[in-house]
């Protein structure tokens, strides 16, 4: 089975201050990892993704996340955060066996302050 | 995106009723997936379609039904709602990317907000 773990249901932060939403995964297999965004009355947007490679990845709107193996995580990152960056956070995975679908965190609320 | 719409944006019906949410897409894309989303649990699986003559259920798949119509469109029904299947429900498509499906990425429509009285 596969499962991701978001242990923050709310961060906050104020404008221009580093932002880190964490998260951790379980899977047998190779994990593939990806983050979305949804703004409010808006579907998810793709942010980034990590298939292999480098292990840390540059996405949308100056995120980026680290992978890191050996803890199993795949926190999302950016160094300055605007007020317009406030929205719901999904990590998701798959493995890179079989069919599987996207397994979904449950979420974390991103709050910027001004 | 708008290259995946999803109709009615809102819909509230009542117990016992049958209704269908529709998705269409410009992307071109022959996999298409239905999710419900509910605060707390995120995303969660119903049926995913390969293509027109491969439908597979999700996680939580009972109590709901797909039709493939074709490559652009898949529908989802709810037989006889009932007010726990009041959610936020999201249609995405993927393409096939190489080095395997795992690796796609999947673009999601804007969402329909349905509410089970």
């Known amino acids: 089975a596969q499962s991701v773990a978001q242990p923050e249901d709310q961060v906050n932060v104020a404008e221009g201050n580093p932002l880190t939403v964490k998260c951790t995964y379980s899977v047998s297999g190779n994990p593939y990892l990806f983050w979305y965004v949804q703004y409010p009355n808006r579907g998810l947007q793709f942010l980034l993704k990590?298939?292999?490679?480098?292990?840390l990845v540059k996405g949308s709107y100056g995120f980026e996340a680290e992978f890191n193996k050996s803890q199993t995580s795949f926190h999302l990152k950016k160094p300055s955060a605007l007020v317009s960056d406030s929205a719901l956070y999904f990590c998701a995975v798959r493995v890179d066996t079989g069919r599987r679908a996207l397994t979904f965190g449950s979420g974390t609320r991103l709050q910027v302050q001004p | 995106d708008a290259d995946v719409t999803q109709t009615p944006r809102n819909r509230i019906t009542k117990t016992g009723k049958r209704i269908m949410l529709e998705c269409s897409q410009t992307k071109g894309h022959d996999r298409m997936y239905w999710y419900r989303q509910d605060p707390g649990l995120g995303l969660r699986l119903i049926y995913y379609?390969?293509?027109?003559?491969?439908?597979n259920k999700g996680e939580i798949s009972d109590g709901y039904s797909v039709s493939r119509q074709a490559q652009a469109k898949f529908s989802l029904s709810l037989e006889s709602a009932i007010p726990n299947q009041t959610a936020l429900y999201f249609c995405?498509?993927?393409?096939?990317?190489?080095?395997?499906?795992?690796?796609?990425?999947?673009?999601f429509g804007p969402g329909t907000r349905l509410l089970v009285l």
């Open positions: 990590y298939i292999t490679g480098d292990n």
């Open positions: 995405a498509t993927s393409d096939p990317t190489l080095g395997g499906a795992a690796r796609e990425t999947q673009y």
């Open positions: 379609s390969f293509d027109v003559k491969d439908i």
